[in-house]
């Protein structure tokens, strides 16, 4: 992975829209019409094409197991077969992302990077797409009731994902990749949880919970993203060269409001990577019953329950901190990986695990760092002042109203402007990344030629873009089978004669026939 290392790493994220309303008050609900009405009226007045690119599924693999085997069409539920082409509307970005109706709801992937701190920025303009979405929708159907979330469950059974992945070197074995993210993923949730009100899949448990996502899985390992949710999913479909990589895919974080939140769940996670691909994970504790673990630890919002583990004594969440910690921040050293990033996530988390110490969830650096103790924050406080109990419904409201996107009254952007709670990055670049891809993987041409080329290409994936050069001539296949390759550096040519009147999707496709 060229010299990616520390917090450095391919990597990007996924992330699933809660939506509800109608386009007319004399319409039923239906969320797949209303999702695809949202992402039409997204293009309806931006840079893409009226013969929009369709997403080129050939080369995707949903049911190929990274255990060794591939799970028969027949057994499989219908949610894991996404390789299948539909009429549902899904548009290839300008900033090199993907903007899809899935399942019965919108979906935004954002377009591969190469550290936290771009994949936090690039996740963002996600919500930056819904909102000018919703502005567009507004002008087509002024009556519509459409609100977005950005959650993982709607309090009532249901769940939808914020997925991250990966790219991992293949030569490592995938049983020491289970071994050290599932105590790392159990963990992970007290610094990035988004926080939650209600305990159990339907909250049928009066309560505050640190993840909004920790009670919907149920299995340790396994291929499944939506029934029987595995902590360490098992799909092996990398979007690379197969021989090389492996795409980790991630379903077990939260949606998160927060800036910080999404960057150090990304750093943590990649440092933890770079620790397996150097080995320097085999003393990691073993929880007895991760399943269970990983709730509890949710539900555990002042620390004090204490785990088995098979090849440690019994400790509570925060001591499983101080030794996954301490074994990150000597890795980072003995092997020179402290870059800025890596470091400030560092320093950021111990920083966090101290105050946690404290027992005061309430400290104006945790609301300033942590989203789930800006939220508990925020909800306490109403509660106290109320007088009322955490199965009240006015705050089942606030927490689904912390996470509406482009909403009138948002608690979450209110804490923001009054700077309670961080941002890491100048929003004006989050609204660019919404528009223009990063600079330093493939997704910079992918977004360059959808951008100048949209009525010339048929298809585009992660991994190719299909051009129609000429109506007469065979379709063209331009291979991005190397996420490294086609970044602003490689497409230096093709840049300084996109401007040239004359310059035809045949020139393109001759020019990056040329590549090294």
């Given at each position: 992975?060229?010299n990616?290392?520390?917090?450095?790493?391919?990597?990007g994220t996924?992330?699933e829209?809660?939506?509800i309303?109608?386009?007319?008050?004399?319409d039923e609900?239906?969320?797949i019409?209303?999702s695809n009405?949202?992402?039409?009226a997204f293009?309806h007045?931006?840079?893409y094409?009226?013969?929009?690119?369709?997403w080129?599924y050939?080369?995707?693999?949903?049911?190929?197991?990274?255990r060794?085997f591939?799970?028969?069409r027949?057994d499989?539920?219908?949610?894991?077969l996404?390789?299948?082409?539909?009429?549902?509307?899904?548009?290839?970005?300008t900033n090199?992302?993907r903007?899809?109706?899935?399942h019965?709801?919108?979906e935004?992937?954002?377009?591969?990077?190469?550290?936290?701190v771009?994949?936090?920025?690039?996740e963002?303009?996600g919500d930056?797409?819904?909102?000018k979405s919703l502005?567009?929708?507004?002008?087509?159907?002024p009556?519509?009731?459409i609100?977005i979330?950005?959650?993982?469950?709607?309090?009532?059974?249901a769940?939808?994902?914020?997925h991250?992945n990966y790219?991992v070197?293949r030569?490592?074995?995938?049983s020491k990749?289970v071994q050290?993210?599932t105590?790392?993923?159990?963990l992970?949730q007290i610094?990035?949880?988004s926080?939650?009100v209600?305990?159990?899949?339907f909250?049928?448990i009066?309560?505050?919970q640190?993840?909004?996502?920790?009670?919907?899985?149920?299995?340790e390992?396994?291929?499944?993203?939506?029934?029987k949710?595995?902590?360490?999913?098992t799909?092996d479909?990398p979007?690379?060269d197969a021989?090389?990589?492996?795409?980790?895919h991630?379903?077990?974080g939260d949606?998160n409001?927060?800036?910080v939140?999404?960057?150090?769940?990304l750093?943590l996670?990649?440092?933890?990577?770079?620790m397996?691909?150097?080995?320097?994970t085999?003393?990691?504790?073993?929880?007895?019953?991760p399943?269970?673990?990983l709730r509890?630890?949710?539900?555990?919002?002042?620390f004090?329950r204490?785990?088995?583990?098979s090849n440690?004594?019994?400790m509570?969440i925060?001591?499983?901190?101080d030794?996954?910690?301490?074994?990150?921040?000597?890795?980072?050293t003995?092997?020179?990986?402290m870059?800025?990033?890596t470091?400030?996530?560092?320093?950021?988390?111990?920083r966090?695990l101290?105050e946690?110490?404290l027992?005061k969830l309430d400290?104006?650096?945790?609301v300033?760092?942590?989203?789930?103790?800006?939220?508990?924050?925020?909800?306490?406080?109403?509660?106290?002042?109320?007088?009322v109990?955490?199965?009240?419904?006015?705050?089942?409201y606030?927490?689904?109203?912390w996470?509406e996107?482009?909403?009138?009254s948002?608690?979450?952007?209110?804490?923001?402007?009054?700077?309670?709670?961080?941002i890491?990055?100048d929003?004006?670049?989050?609204v660019?990344?919404?528009?223009?891809?990063?600079?330093?993987?493939r997704?910079f041409?992918?977004?360059?030629?959808?951008?100048?080329f949209g009525?010339?290409?048929?298809s585009?994936s992660?991994?190719?873009?299909v051009?129609?050069?000429d109506p007469l001539?065979?379709l063209?296949r331009?291979?991005l089978?190397?996420p490294f390759?086609?970044?602003?550096?490689?497409a230096k040519k093709?840049?300084s004669?996109?401007?040239?009147?004359?310059?035809?999707?045949?020139?393109?496709v001759?020019?990056?026939?040329?590549?090294p």
């Amino acid at each position: 992975m060229g010299n990616l290392s520390g917090a450095q790493r391919f990597m990007g994220t996924e992330i699933e829209y809660g939506i509800i309303g109608k386009l007319n008050s004399n319409d039923e609900t239906n969320p797949i019409q209303t999702s695809n009405a949202l992402i039409d009226a997204f293009s309806h007045n931006h840079k893409y094409s009226s013969r929009r690119p369709r997403w080129d599924y050939q080369d995707e693999s949903p049911l190929t197991d990274v255990r060794g085997f591939v799970l028969p069409r027949n057994d499989a539920d219908s949610s894991l077969l996404t390789d299948i082409a539909d009429a549902y509307t899904n548009l290839v970005l300008t900033n090199g992302g993907r903007y899809y109706v899935d399942h019965a709801h919108p979906e935004y992937s954002s377009p591969e990077c190469t550290n936290p701190v771009d994949a936090m920025k690039f996740e963002m303009a996600g919500d930056q797409i819904i909102m000018k979405s919703l502005r567009e929708l507004k002008n087509l159907h002024p009556d519509n009731s459409i609100k977005i979330y950005k959650n993982n469950t709607d309090g009532k059974g249901a769940s939808y994902g914020a997925h991250e992945n990966y790219l991992v070197k293949r030569e490592i074995p995938f049983s020491k990749i289970v071994q050290a993210l599932t105590p790392f993923f159990i963990l992970r949730q007290i610094f990035v949880g988004s926080g939650r009100v209600g305990l159990g899949q339907f909250s049928e448990i009066p309560g505050f919970q640190i993840s909004q996502r920790s009670d919907f899985f149920e299995t340790e390992v396994g291929l499944e993203t939506t029934l029987k949710r595995p902590i360490i999913n098992t799909r092996d479909e990398p979007h690379s060269d197969a021989s090389k990589f492996r795409r980790l895919h991630v379903i077990i974080g939260d949606s998160n409001r927060s800036q910080v939140s999404t960057y150090l769940k990304l750093a943590l996670t990649s440092i933890l990577l770079d620790m397996i691909e150097n080995n320097f994970t085999s003393e990691f504790p073993i929880f007895r019953k991760p399943v269970t673990a990983l709730r509890s630890t949710s539900h555990d919002i002042n620390f004090v329950r204490k785990y088995e583990f098979s090849n440690r004594p019994d400790m509570n969440i925060l001591d499983l901190a101080d030794q996954i910690l301490d074994t990150m921040q000597n890795f980072c050293t003995q092997f020179n990986r402290m870059d800025d990033q890596t470091r400030e996530a560092l320093v950021l988390v111990t920083r966090i695990l101290s105050e946690f110490r404290l027992g005061k969830l309430d400290s104006p650096f945790l609301v300033e760092n942590v989203e789930w103790c800006a939220k508990y924050h925020i909800l306490d406080k109403y509660r106290s002042r109320n007088r009322v109990d955490w199965d009240d419904p006015r705050l089942r409201y606030l927490d689904i109203q912390w996470s509406e996107i482009g909403g009138t009254s948002n608690m979450f952007e209110e804490l923001e402007k009054q700077s309670i709670h961080r941002i890491m990055v100048d929003p004006s670049l989050i609204v660019r990344a919404a528009e223009t891809p990063p600079g330093n993987t493939r997704a910079f041409l992918r977004g360059k030629l959808i951008e100048h080329f949209g009525a010339d290409i048929i298809s585009a994936s992660w991994d190719s873009i299909v051009i129609e050069t000429d109506p007469l001539e065979p379709l063209q296949r331009i291979s991005l089978m190397d996420p490294f390759w086609g970044t602003s550096q490689d497409a230096k040519k093709i840049l300084s004669r996109l401007g040239e009147p004359q310059y035809s999707a045949a020139d393109l496709v001759a020019d990056l026939s040329k590549r090294p």
